[in-house]
């Protein structure tokens, strides 16, 4: 079992680690933004895209828990607080 502060300092370093390799988060939610829009045929803003995500791992813990579900969900949760900053 992990304490949660070792969850969440995995959980940034996660996230630190994922940006160095894929770059800005933003251009990468705008752009699923966008696509999630045309599929669903609403506009979905980038904030919602993440927080779709934090769902998905959500379900996925629902099945079994893995703590790839919680850290990764814990991670799209920070990107959806961020992109909603950026919305206002």
């Known amino acids: 079992m992990s304490a949660p502060q070792d969850l969440a300092k995995e959980a940034a370093q996660t996230m630190k680690d994922r940006g160095k390799k894929l770059g800005p988060y933003q251009p990468l939610y705008k752009e699923l933004a966008i696509r999630w829009s045309l599929v669903v045929g609403v506009e979905v803003?980038?904030?919602q895209t993440a927080r779709m995500?934090?769902?998905m791992?959500?379900?996925r813990w629902n099945?079994?828990?893995d703590k790839d579900h919680a850290v990764d969900?814990?991670?799209y949760s920070f990107l959806?607080?961020?992109l909603e900053?950026?919305?206002e």
């Open 63 to 65: 099945a079994g828990y």
């Open 73 to 75: 969900g814990a991670n």
């Open 57 to 59: 791992k959500l379900a």
């Open 80 to 82: 959806a607080a961020a």
């Open 53 to 55: 995500l934090v769902e």
């Open 85 to 87: 900053g950026e919305s």
């Open 45 to 47: 803003t980038p904030a």
